[in-house]
């Protein structure tokens, strides 16, 4: 990662960057502005960098085997495709989310699974583009993501060593090269004993690039670890209650643990300095003659 450097938005990231912290909120709005709005408030508030969203066009991106499959909901019963339509936020919500956003001012950006949705979102002034796990083996998609000529950020679960190369190929070939990938492990929640955080080195002696992480464990202390470990983004999904409907919330960070996680990231980043030397201050100095005479 020697003399990398990415801008996203107005934020450079390098190796001497503390992380960028996305507040991933998906769906875990359910379809409702109000709790969208909530999240967003308290990502600025607290200090993270970026709110991040989940955009579909649900009949494309829904698997055909899923489309009828009947569940119950908080709206009552129907298909998984209504269900998936049914709390998609439109051109409407996200025009109100990008001026609430800009007033405040915090960055937004959103993964878009399909490529309807990715033309959706490049109406929009977003810093980078994200691609969830689930389409990092979809070369039409990420080919058209590097025409963007946007910052791409990719995590790495569910897929092998080889394939993880394919998709490094492609951000190669079809792109110019910014592009930061995140390890995860994509189980909702995720076992502690398989985030296999060290892999973060692997990454970046692989590939070169910047790396970061994406968490989906029901702690906090796998992403400190990251973070000191040198993840350069930092992505946790958020939620307003974990007894919110959705696979997504047991897995998030509720209000108070994203203040949490904000605070001992940064205290953990200012305790390992810069190794270069060895610190002996005028306190500690005084605290020697003190006790040395």
Known sequence: MAN???????????????????????????GDLNIAKRLIDAAFA????????????????????????????????M???EYKKRIEFGKKEYDYIDRY??????????SPWDLPSLDFLLQYDV???????ADN??????????????????????CTIDELDKTVSWLERYGNGDYILLHTN?????????????????????YGCIVGYSGHEQMLEPTVAAAVMGAKVI??????????????????????AMDILYKRCMTSLDAIGNGKEKSFDEEEQLKRKKLRG
């Open 186 to 206: 994509s189980t909702y929640p995720a076992p502690v004993d398989r985030l296999n955080l060290a892999f973060m080195n692997t990454i970046k002696e692989r």
């Open 235 to 256: 992505e946790r999904h958020v939620t307003i209650s974990h007894d919110l409907w959705g696979t997504d919330q047991k897995s998030s960070l509720a209000i108070g």
């Open 46 to 77: 607290i200090g993270w960098s970026c709110v991040k969203f989940q955009k579909r066009e649900p009949s494309i991106s829904v698997p055909e085997s899923q489309k009828n499959v009947m569940r119950q909901t908080p709206w009552g019963m």
């Open 127 to 133: 810093p980078f583009i994200k691609i969830a796990s």
């Open 4 to 30: 990398k450097s990415i801008y996203l938005g107005g934020y450079l990231i390098n190796e001497n960057s503390i992380p960028y912290l996305i507040a991933e909120i998906g769906i875990n709005h359910n």
């Open 137 to 158: 083996g979809n070369e039409e998609l990420i080919r058209e993501v590097c025409k963007a000529d946007k910052p791409v950020i990719i995590s790495d679960g569910m």
């Open 101 to 110: 956003c800009a007033e405040k001012p915090i960055a937004w950006s959103a």
């Open 79 to 81: 298909t998984y495709l």
